[in-house]
């Protein structure tokens, strides 16, 4: 078993493609989407075989040592502790590595396509390779800093790609957004590595979940973990990044903001979950935040018409989901989510792409409409995926998400209300699902004629990922996750089931609602309403840090500034100018003058220590 | 004992003889007399070596002595040198005069 492959390939790809990338803008001979796009998304196959290789020979490990360790090189010592580049392969971070490997590749596959008229596709395709090793890095690492190298990896990653377009200072905008509020959830994880750090004495997992600390102690270090996990997977408070960052191509929205690095909160929570659930608090704060993400970002995503905030809101809600099934102790049952729903997520996301392709860069749903038959591919996969959310058996959202209904209900941590809001959170995924499937495909068409004369499915490079992942979306969930068999219907009781019936007829009434309502849309709708600003968080964002920090800062500026800073200088200044106004007396210029002072001074030591004059003056 | 020299005598001399050198360098305006003066200096310190030498028994205060001397001669050499020089481009061998380090 050798892991360094896995995680090279990707390394490499990156480098090949950077120097590719370096060397045209010197010689200004734009490298071909073909080639860059080529040794990219051959990197990832690669890695994906080794990922496969390496699931496999796990799982020829017996069931409870599942684990391996593979020790790169040494790479710092702290007072008392060494940690190591080590990588750690065990069921959970072997999931992950397939489904970012596997996803990633389709998707880098697909971007060929998709950027073959960008100007610098290698630079793109860098970035790319650059995130798939951050991310292998993130949960392939066996410590806290490992991970967190990972994981400010995969941020910088985003932050490049999404302000990839740079020539437009509002994608720039919304990278910097990402960034920033990245930063702010990565506090948590810093103190939380502190914390280990002080009151565990290492910073390996396995030692981290092997120590028992005080209560007060574990339910600080889950919710410090947690608070990271709402930056990165954008939940309540900071999940405002996520919609914004649809800035970037729709592919990196597909692999970042749908199917990887948004999952690496629920990554963190699973791989930490001895910590999580050995504190009800923290499971209950998880679980409450998880619901209110989940149902708050399914009312927002109602009501927007650009359709890749639409998936983005429904990603933010999905990723609710998933954490409520880490918040009512039933990991992985969030990680079997995680699975599922970057396969049907990533396929509506690159369908998406591929409508946006199509129609020459519109994005608003009400100028869409009819592409049924115009594009009968992406229809298709794009049903698959829809299906897929909206959980109707047999695709694969049905297993994942209606374990996470159950779970919230049965499991000792779950309760009704927690239930009743996951139950209209999936009632509105389903409604604003099908609004977006109605208005995109099935509509009147309320295209420009223009625009619709030249609607053409795209080519077979971009088509091939979506038939991939839409075949995907309807298996995917079959076999319930590859580390963890047979889960659902342990679960299902009778009440088990009657749940899930409920469910699929919610989900039905909600799309047939849905499909009433935009079936015969014919004219662009306005909608101006609380909801399509997002509950105007942002707005309350910008005015109350962005502003508070301005006023704060002006106000440093004038207080501080003036008063402290210029008053120091000025004092400075006096004291230097009086000190030379009185040593300027000795400079007289007469070289006797100089020599009479060195005799007095030459006489006053030896006074000093001959006559014992200082014997008077002790100190 | 009487009649001969007692070092401590030569030490007093050749303190009265140093106090005059410095006491010359300090106040003579004229760079001739200060270079004088240093040279003053430097024989007293030469009449102390010699007066310890004989104090201690010692040869090695006379052996300084004549190299005091050798330097002092090279001394006074640069020295006069440098005041001629001086008295060329400045027309002055008058501290009171030169006092361009001000400047």
Redesign the interface.
């Known amino acids: 078993m050798n892991l360094s492959y896995l995680i090279l390939l990707p390394l490499f790809g990156f480098l090949i493609n950077g120097v590719l990338y370096l060397r045209s803008t010197r010689n200004s001979k734009k490298v071909s989407a073909e080639l860059s796009g080529g040794i990219a998304t051959v990197a990832m196959l690669l890695s994906f075989a080794a990922a496969l290789y390496n699931f496999f020979l796990l799982r020829q490990l017996p069931a409870e040592g599942q684990l391996f360790d593979q020790m790169l090189f040494p790479w710092f010592k702290l007072a008392g502790m060494s940690v190591d580049f080590t990588l750690r392969l065990d069921p959970l971070s072997s999931v992950f590595c397939l489904v970012i490997t596997g996803v990633g590749s389709l998707i880098h596959l697909y971007s060929i396509g998709y950027m073959h008229h960008d100007a610098a596709p290698a630079k793109y395709f860098a970035y790319l390779n650059l995130f798939c090793f951050m991310m292998l890095n993130l949960v392939l690492g066996a410590t806290m800093p490992h991970v967190f190298f990972g994981w400010e990896g995969v941020g910088l990653a985003s932050y490049l790609l999404i302000g990839y377009w740079y020539h437009d200072p509002e994608k720039v905008g919304a990278g910097m957004k990402a960034f920033v509020m990245n930063r702010i959830g990565d506090i948590g994880f810093l103190v939380a590595m502190f914390i280990a750090y002080k009151f565990v004495g290492s910073l390996d997992f396995i030692q981290i979940a092997n120590t028992p600390l005080n209560p007060e102690m574990t339910t600080t270090l889950g919710l410090l973990v947690f608070f990271a996990c709402t930056g990165k997977s954008a939940q309540i408070p900071l999940f405002t990044w996520l919609p914004d960052a649809m800035a970037g191509p729709t592919p990196v929205s597909a692999l970042i903001h749908a199917a990887t690095m948004v999952t690496s909160g629920i990554y963190l929570l699973a791989r930490m979950h001895t910590t999580i659930e050995a504190s009800a608090t923290t499971l209950s704060v998880i679980a409450a935040v998880g619901a209110c993400t989940a149902f708050i970002s399914a009312v927002i995503a109602c009501a927007q018409t650009d359709i890749k905030k639409i998936l983005a809101y429904s990603t933010v809600s999905q990723l609710g989901f998933m954490f409520v099934a880490c918040g009512v102790g039933f990991t992985i049952a969030g990680v079997f989510h995680v699975m599922t729903h970057a396969f049907f997520k990533a396929l509506m996301f690159l369908g998406a792409g591929s409508v946006i392709h199509a129609l020459h860069e519109e994005q608003d749903v009400f100028k869409m409409g009819g592409l049924r038959k115009k594009l009968p591919i992406t229809f298709w996969t794009f049903v698959a995926g829809w299906a897929a959310i909206l959980g109707l058996p047999p695709f694969s959202g049905f297993f994942s998400k209606d374990e996470i209904l159950i779970q919230s209900l049965q499991s000792p941590h779950g309760s009704m209300p927690l239930f009743l809001v996951m139950m209209a959170a999936a009632f509105l995924t389903a409604f604003y699902m099908t609004r977006l499937l109605v208005l995109v495909f099935l509509s009147p068409s309320r295209m420009g004629q223009g625009v619709e004369k030249s609607v053409h499915e795209s080519p077979l490079v971009m088509t091939l990922p979506l038939m991939v992942l839409g075949v995907a979306s309807v298996v995917g969930g079959w076999f319930g996750l590859p580390i963890h068999e047979a889960h659902v219907e342990e679960a299902a009781g009778s009440s088990g089931r009657f749940i899930m019936l409920a469910s699929v007829a919610l989900a039905l009434v909600a799309a047939f609602i849905a499909y009433k309502k935009y079936g015969k849309t014919t004219k662009v709708e306005q909608v101006n309403d609380i909801a399509r600003e997002g509950f105007k968080i942002d707005a309350f964002y910008l005015s109350f840090f962005g502003n508070g920090t301005k006023n704060v800062a002006r106000w440093m500026g004038n207080l501080i500034e003036q008063q402290v800073i210029q008053r120091m200088i000025r004092w400075t200044v006096a004291i230097v100018d009086l000190s030379g106004n009185l040593l300027k007396v000795a400079q007289v210029g007469s070289s006797q003058a100089y020599l009479m002072m060195m005799f007095l001074a030459i006489f006053a030591v030896l006074a000093w220590f001959l006559f014992g004059v200082g014997q008077y003056a002790k100190f | 004992m009487n009649g001969e020299i007692q070092p401590m005598m030569m030490v007093v001399v050749a303190l009265i003889v140093f106090g005059i050198g410095?006491f010359g360098?300090?106040?003579r305006?004229n760079l001739l007399i200060m270079l004088m003066c240093i040279e003053l200096m430097l024989n007293s310190v030469n009449l102390c070596f010699v007066a310890f030498s004989k104090m201690h028994q010692s040869v090695l205060g006379d052996l300084t002595v004549l190299f005091v001397m050798t330097v002092a001669a090279a001394e006074s050499a640069v020295g006069l040198g440098l005041v001629i020089a001086m008295f060329r481009t400045l027309k002055s061998v008058d501290?009171?005069q030169i006092?361009?380090?001000?400047?």
Do not use: V
């Open positions: 410095l360098l300090l106040i305006k501290t009171d006092q361009i380090l001000r400047d």
